[in-house]
């Protein structure tokens, strides 16, 4: 199925469009061909798209499948810029442990509250541990791709679903 990809006029990253093939308002008669060029006009129309925006049309099974953000097109196709990953997939990471730092802060207020130094001193520790992932967590030696990049995940950290 063809889609449309526009770059996103504030965000710096391209927008993927699906046009409603089988929406039951589709004009009769038009081919997908037609249909796909009149879903690009009416998004510029209405200002979705920039009337100088470039449009790109591809096969949405040709799209990168991870880190969407992160998408350009490189003149014929789109590929994902893997610094811009990076900082995106760096960006998740914080926020898995940050998740985690605050959970930690429940079980270290507790420990307070029962006078536990020994939990207070153990739970002081992995909250560091947590605090220097961003620094301490490889995400470029032997990450080349997205896939490679999605994979890596620090072992602190919950496993993702």
Not at 7 to 31: E, Q
Not at 78 to 102: G, P, Q
Not at 132 to 158: E, M, N
Request: glycine share 4%.
């Amino acid at each position: 199925m063809k889609i449309f990809l526009s770059p996103h006029p504030t965000m710096l990253h391209l927008r993927a469009f699906t046009p409603a093939y089988n929406d039951a308002t589709r004009p009769p008669g038009l081919t997908d061909d037609e249909f796909l060029e009149r879903a690009i006009q009416r998004n510029i129309e209405v200002g979705v798209i920039a009337s100088d925006a470039p449009v790109y049309i591809v096969e949405q099974s040709t799209l990168p499948t991870e880190f969407a953000e992160a998408w350009e097109w490189d003149g014929s196709a789109v590929s994902v810029n893997m610094t811009k990953a990076r900082v995106i997939h760096l960006d998740e990471i914080r926020a898995v442990r940050n998740a985690e730092l605050v959970a930690k802060d429940i079980t270290f207020m507790r420990a307070i509250e029962a006078g536990d130094t020994d939990a207070q001193a153990t739970i002081g520790t992995e909250k560091q541990v947590l605090r220097d992932i961003p620094a301490t967590f490889d995400i470029t030696t032997g990450v080349d791709t997205p896939a490679q990049l999605s994979a890596k995940w620090p072992d602190q950290l919950p496993a993702r679903e």
